[in-house]
Every structure is written in structure tokens, then in C-alpha cells.
């Protein structure tokens, strides 16, 4: 067995850590592996011999620990929650002061932080770094999020850059071509360091919480462009091909074309129209929702993809609702073509608000938490490698890049100017939607958003006097400064008292 020491080591041999190991191997570091299943590692080594940096098969975790060098960089890729401390829990007894580990899975943020806590007062650091790009990105590029202490990311950065993502620096595109053994060289890496603790899993679940966004708005798009306007799925795929091309060229775009393309091997119908319409989650999500509500930060576009994800699951429920509960009959007016371009529109300006609303939920818990979190930089690094990776995420870095205090996304000029344009189609497909009813729960969320956020005026002032009728919750007025509280005895000496 060699004696050379590993410059990093990874805990959890499925598929996603598999993959991330080759690709940190394919980049000339040597790395250590480890899985419980002690065949499991060995097989694995075994099935890719030569990589440049070389594989070292550890068979037990003494023997994993003492083969990586110090400080110790160790990755954890397993299942979220109480595997991540299982494994934790094993490694303490082992690590020496100031060997770093890095969780590498889809934890929850403040347990990064309760995690690093801990380890602090052990001597050892910790790392949370938010790994996008599922398994293909984990094995030729992923998004890498870090956050923890920023000495301990300098210990880690230059794997970490390696093995990212790459863009070109000009046009912020993807570089692609990765291959095994091959790695892309050169362009700018899609990581960087997002902040202390916790920063870096709060950011990668921002970025999760978007992701569901973007996958309602398009699954929408699609219905409304089947079940709507009536084109078949070959249009439907022509569609949206043509706006990858545009401004909505992205990583999701273009793989709902893919799908849509694709035949059933079975039957040979579209394999779209024989996949049962339920869908799953993992939890990411409802963690970006319950976050928006601690924060008391408004992301309903985000929040309603959620629970249409949560409405898909009822499907008995609906099979039977369907026999029983009756609507209009879908009729769009138009030209088709005219249609199909106010459904790209009404997509465009929907997906500005909800990116809108997971920059100022960051903005928010970054405030609460003292994160020096830069906006532009996190725009940056998913530009490249994860799931939501678009050629918008340029326009979004632009934006922060002419103002990094903005509050909204909508209050950049460039996203003023989109909105402007779209904003007549984008009410006409939701009210088309609606009279034909047809769910667009994010397309509405999105229009209602925006709607709201240009009002001067929004009736909470009811609001605020049923609160202060029912509950002497006190009220504000408009002719006073803010922060001076009143309350009116609405069924006593009917007085307003200053409070």
C-alpha cells in the first residue's frame, strides 16, 4: 500500500460523492475515500485505476485519517441530519487541532452553524459548502458555495476553484467539454467565498428555493402552451428550443426541450404524456419558505411552487375532485404564434420576480446574521454548473455591479425595461389562465408580487384598524411621523389615544 499522503479525503461513496471524488482526482489531487460498506470503496477504486491524481482505498476510518495530510481537508457526502453528525461524531476522536471538515450535503444552515460551534471548541474547523449541479455537475463542474471561517476556505480554495464550474470570463457562457480525465481548463471558477458559518448552506438553499421557482413557472408555461393554446408536444418542444435561444437560455430550458422530445420506448407516445404528474421534493424548498416567513421577507413565487408541489401529490384526490368539480372549458384568443411569444414573456418577467424575491430574502437573513454577502459574486458562481445556471444570472451580476446596495432586482433598469415591455402579455396569459381556468399558482403569485410591491398603497390600512378593533394592536397614521402609535376605542368612548 503507498505511503504517499492524500491531499483531501471524502466520506460517502454514492453516486454524488463517487463523482466528485473522480472529478478531484482528475484535477491531480490524490484523495482518500471511505465508505461504511468496506467493499463498496473497493470496488470503487478498483473500476478507475490511472486517474491523474490517484484514489487511495481506505478501508477503515483510522486508516482514512491517517492517510490525508495536515491540516486534514476531509468532505462529508451523506444523507443530511443525523448521518452528517453520525459521521462527525466518528471523525472528532480521530482529527488533530485545526484539520478542517467539510459538509458537502444539503444541510440545513443552522445546523452548519451549531455544527461549527461545536467543532470550534475542539480545535477543529468546520466548512458548509453547498455542492449544485447534481451528478453530472459533481463529476465534470459543480457551483461550489463555501462558507465557514475564511482561513479555513483559503485551506480549501484551490481545490475547490479547481474542480468547479467553469465560465468564460468575456461572455459569462459555461465552458463545457469536461471529460473524464480531461478536466476543463481555464475560465473563471463558479466559487467563491460566501461567508461565515452557515452562509454558504443558507445561500446553496436560496438557491434551491429559486430552483423550484423556475421549474413551476416553466411546468406552467408548458401547460399553458398544451392545455391552453392547444399545440401538440412537438410545438411544444419547438417552443421552447427557440426561447433557449433568447433570453431565457438556461440549463432548465434546455432540458424541457430534451424531454419533450423524447418518445416513450414502451408505448412511443411523448414519454412526458406517461409520466404520472406527482411530484417529490427533498425539503429544500419548505426550508426557503419557512425562512421567507421567519424573515417576514414576501417570496410567494417561490412559496406557491412549493405547495403546487405539495397539491401535485393529492393525485387520487384529484381524480376524484376532477369528476366532481367543474370549470370553463381553456380558450385562449389570438394568434398562435402571438400566444406562444406572450407565454415566453409572461415566463421572462415571472422568473425577474422570483429571482427578485430570493436576493432580498438573502439580503435580509445576511443582515440578521452579519453576512458580508456580495450579491454580483453569487450571481457569479451559478452562472455556471447548477441547476439554475442561465444566461440571466449575467444580467442579475450586472445589476448589482451598478448598484450593490439594491434592495429589488426590479428596481434595476434593465428589469424595469424587461417588465415594461412583457408586463401587457404577462396580464393577458394570467387572465387568459384564469378565465379558462387552468392553475398558473406562479405565474399569478409572480403578477401579484410585482403588483404589490408598485403600490403606494395597499389596503393593510384596514388591516391594521380590524387588528387594533379586535386586539388594540395599535395603529400608524399617515399625518404622523413614523414610529408614534395610536389606538382608536372603536366600541368604547370612540377616542384615539396615543400609546
Known sequence: MSKELSDIGLIGLAVMGQNLALNIADHGFRISVFNRTTAKTEEFVQKHPGTPG??????????????????????????????????????????????????????????????????????????????????????????LMPGGAESSWQELAPIWKAIAAKVDA??????????????????????????????????????????????????????????GIGLTVEETQQAFASWNAGDLDSFLIEITAHILAVKDPVTGAPLVDVIMDRAGQKGTGKWTVTDGLNAGIPISTISEAVFARCISALKEERVVASQILKGPKPHFDGNKQDLIDAVRDSLYASKICSYAQGFTLMRAVAAEQNWPLHFGEIAMIWRGGCIIRARFLQR?????????????????????DVINRTQSHWRKIVSDAVLSGLPTPAFSASLAYFDSYRSERLPANLLQAQRDYFGAHTYERTDQPKGKWFHYDWVGDQKQHEV
Not at 461549527?116 to 449541479?133: A, C, P, Q, W, Y
Not at 448552506?201 to 413551476?216: A, L, P
Not at 442579475?396 to 424595469?416: C, G, H, W
Request: aromatic residues 6%; charged residues 20%.
Open 396 to 416: 442579475i451580476k450586472e445589476a448589482f455591479d451598478r448598484d450593490p446596495a439594491l434592495p429589488n432586482l426590479l428596481l434595476d433598469p434593465y428589469f424595469q
Open 54 to 143: 490517484g484514489l487511495h482505498a481506505a478501508l477503515t476510518l483510522e486508516d482514512f485519517v491517517a492517510s490525508i495530510q495536515r491540516p486534514r481537508k476531509i468532505i462529508i457526502l451523506v444523507q443530511a441530519g443525523r448521518a452528517t453528525d453520525a459521521v462527525i461524531d466518528s471523525l472528532v476522536p480521530l482529527l488533530e487541532q485545526d484539520d478542517i471538515i467539510i459538509d458537502g450535503g444539503n444541510a440545513l444552515w443552522s445546523d452548519t452553524i451549531r455544527r461549527e460551534k461545536d467543532l470550534t471548541t475542539k480545535n477543529l474547523r468546520f466548512i458548509g459548502s453547498g455542492v449544485s449541479g447534481g451528478e453530472e455537475g459533481a463529476r465534470f463542474g459543480p457551483s
Open 170 to 227: 468575456q461572455t459569462g457562457k459555461p465552458l463545457e467539454g469536461a471529460a473524464p480525465g480531461k478536466p476543463i481548463q481555464g475560465g473563471v471558477p463558479c466559487t467563491t467565498y460566501i461567508g461565515p458559518n452557515g452562509a454558504g448552506h443558507f445561500v446553496k438553499m436560496v438557491h434551491n428555493g429559486i430552483e423550484y421557482g423556475d421549474m413551476q413557472l416553466i411546468c406552467e408555461a408548458y401547460h399553458i402552451l398544451r392545455h
